[in-house]
């Protein structure tokens, strides 16, 4: 610090903090989690997903296509296609802490990289909505969603919260 | 992507090491930093945004420390600024959901909060930032000018995910001078195959042995199946924690640096205080450098010196995750630790040899329970059941568990102890030729590493046990 006045480095420092308390708070705002009841997001989000031709799993169904046991999350909602020809899907869980995550997430990435080689070549249509797969953590919330329609659902989720 | 995941080990790792080898020296650390702004970028995409925030902010905030080392009152005004904003980081990412959680028990009506995941590492570039600013204000280190050379500091790949916590003055040198050689490279690959093999074949394994117990009901638990399941988990931590150290250092070293150990065979401890000297290594290290010395250490009263030493754990317990479990397990550490200390430490020494090791294996058992429980309900259920007041003594579960891992419990307790390098030595020095035992050595760990990859290509998912 020269002659009272304060020095580059200090000046950058304090923009720099500004910077990573802005981050923050923008993190927060966009990709904040929500401490509301899985039950009160389930209730917004079904009208929508009920309205498609997908139908509600069970657990059995969760474990089978993500190799994840429902009772280790708070709550688990997962809609899939009637037919296998369809690589629809949409999967919200809420996690009972954030270790839970990382695992939730590869349990995606596994189930994306198994469907797209079933459909392969056959079905090319299923295999480009799988390559656009929609995936978002907010906070303890998880969604992914194989959809035509997975932007609009991601917003019921984005909204719900 | 973690360093037990086959797109790390057959694809980053491989074109980071050709990359750094064929780079000119002055390039390496530019080449390493990209890779490891990468790497953290691969996993926290969102996060890396803030990993160079901080690191951009500690690197000013540095240089601004050392602007002002003539002026006490205004480096320390400095260093205060910079460890605050640290700290502060790091107690809001890991902590404010805790606290708001806590304080919604009290209210009638909740207050209504916005979570955040935990930054993949950040407790340990936190902690390394810190360090560096406070050893630059101590004149322990000189300042680091170079960006892209503090900047691999705090975010170097080998060690950002689950450390070591590497202090600046153990790295001030290594980052504009080191040697990188195929010798060392060598030395490395071996390191980080023993710490693959550890993770992948002994703590997986065991993990899932302590899943087991953990999945059943504490009431229905007998005191022998309790007890598997915390050595079991005693062990599993053990290796996953040292797998993942020796991972580190086995990269660090592949890339020309060296860290110092972080476990010194820590089950062979007879005391607490002597177990502690040997577990995680760097960050005891760090609380005793950067909280302990500075709040006096054992300087003062006994009082004194007890207050601080309680500090020190309660923040301890904290570090590893925000939950009462956790406080309570910093809790009953910091208090064998001041009762060694003070109360029957010297009576311990006189002791036969296997009383003091029941007594430290007991006593570290118990301290796991509260670690690995859920809440502290289940912790006290879980240490009645291991006094048989849960399902009895003895069950057909326990005896199934003992008789289907015993094997498993073998290998671990050997690796845990210095049998199992000294029995790796012998094996490798088995022949006088030099050609021989080089053969030798490279067929043992290219076996080690295609069975440690067998092992993760069954297992989908392969996390470190906690998000730091």
């Not at chain 2, 502690?276 to 950067?290: A, C, G, K, M, Q």
């Not at chain 2, 001041?338 to 109360?343: I, L, N, S």
């Not at chain 2, 570290?364 to 509260?370: A, N």
Request: aromatic content about 14%; proline content about 3%.
């Amino acid at each position: 610090m020269r002659d009272g006045r304060p020095g580059i480095a200090q000046i950058l420092k304090y923009i720099l903090a500004l910077l990573a308390a802005a981050y923050i708070v923008f993190l927060l705002i966009f990709a904040g989690g929500s401490t509301r009841a899985f039950e009160d997001v389930k209730a917004d989000m079904s009208p929508v997903l009920e309205a498609s031709d997908m139908v509600e799993r069970d657990g059995q169904a969760l474990k089978r296509s993500f190799g994840l046991n429902s009772r280790d999350y708070s709550g688990v909602m997962y809609y899939s296609a009637s037919s296998a020809l369809s690589a629809e899907e949409v999967l919200v869980i809420r996690v009972n802490s954030t270790d839970q995550i990382d695992r939730v997430l590869e349990a995606v990435k596994a189930r994306i990289l198994q469907r797209t080689g079933e459909y392969g070549d056959y079905l090319p249509e299923q295999t480009e909505l799988l390559e656009h797969a929609v995936q978002s953590v907010r906070g303890k919330y998880i969604f992914f969603a194989v959809s035509a329609d997975a932007a609009r659902y991601r917003t019921a989720f984005d909204e719900s919260l | 992507m973690l360093f037990n995941s086959i797109s790390f080990l057959f694809l980053f790792l491989p074109v980071a090491v050709i990359v750094y080898y064929i780079a000119p020296d002055r390039a390496k650390n530019g080449v390493m930093l990209a890779a490891s702004i990468l790497f953290y970028a691969w996993g926290e995409p969102v996060y890396v945004v803030l990993l160079v925030l901080s690191v951009l902010l500690n690197y000013f905030a540095g240089r601004d420390i050392g602007a002002k080392l003539e002026d006490p009152r205004r480096a320390r005004l400095a260093v205060a600024f910079g460890v605050a904003a640290n700290v502060a980081i790091l107690a809001f990412f890991k902590y404010y959901g805790f606290l708001i959680s806590q304080i919604n028990l009290l209210l009638p009506e909740e207050i209504p909060y916005r979570e955040l995941s935990v930054p993949l590492g950040l407790s340990i570039f936190t902690l390394q930032e810190i360090s560096y600013l406070v050893d630059v204000y101590r004149g322990k280190a000189q300042v680091q000018k170079n960006p892209v050379n503090f900047a691999l500091y705090a975010a170097m790949f080998p060690q950002i995910l689950a450390g070591p916590v590497v202090r600046y003055s153990d790295m001030e040198r290594q980052l504009e001078k080191r040697s990188v050689t195929a010798r060392k490279a060598g030395q490395g690959a071996m390191l980080f195959i023993t710490g693959l093999a550890k993770k992948a074949i002994l703590a997986n394994s065991l993990g899932k042995v302590f899943e087991q117990v953990a999945a059943m009901p504490t009431g229905s638990i007998s005191a022998l199946t309790a007890w598997i399941g915390c050595f079991s988990f005693a062990l599993q931590i053990y290796f996953e924690f040292s797998g993942w150290s020796d991972m580190a250092r086995g990269l660090a070293r592949m890339f020309g640096f060296e860290f110092r150990k972080n476990f010194e065979h820590p089950y062979i401890s007879r005391s607490i205080t002597e177990f502690w000297r040997r577990w995680n290594i760097s960050l005891v290290t760090w609380f005793r450098e950067y909280v302990y010395l500075p709040m006096g250490g054992n300087r003062g009263t006994v009082s004194r010196n007890i207050f601080n030493m309680m500090v020190v754990w309660i923040l301890t317990g904290m570090w590893h995750g925000a939950s009462w479990n956790f406080i309570v397990w910093g809790v009953y550490c910091g208090i064998i630790l001041v009762m060694e200390k003070y109360v029957w430490g010297e009576s311990l020494d006189h002791l036969p040899g296997p009383v003091r090791r029941i007594y430290f294996i007991v006593l570290t058992l118990v301290g796991w329970v509260f670690f690995f429980s859920p809440s502290l309900g289940y912790s006290l259920r879980y240490l009645t059941a291991m006094i048989g007041a849960g399902a009895g003594f003895v069950d057909g579960e326990g005896g199934f568990l003992l008789l289907t891992h015993w094997l498993l419990y073998l290998a671990a307790a050997a690796a845990a102890t210095p049998l199992a390098k000294a029995f790796a030595g012998q094996i490798m020095g088995i022949s006088g030729n030099l050609r021989v035992r080089t053969a030798v050595t490279v067929t043992l760990y290219i076996g080690i590493f295609l069975v440690s990859a067998a092992f993760l290509v069954t297992d989908t998912y392969n996390p470190f046990l906690f998000r730091f």
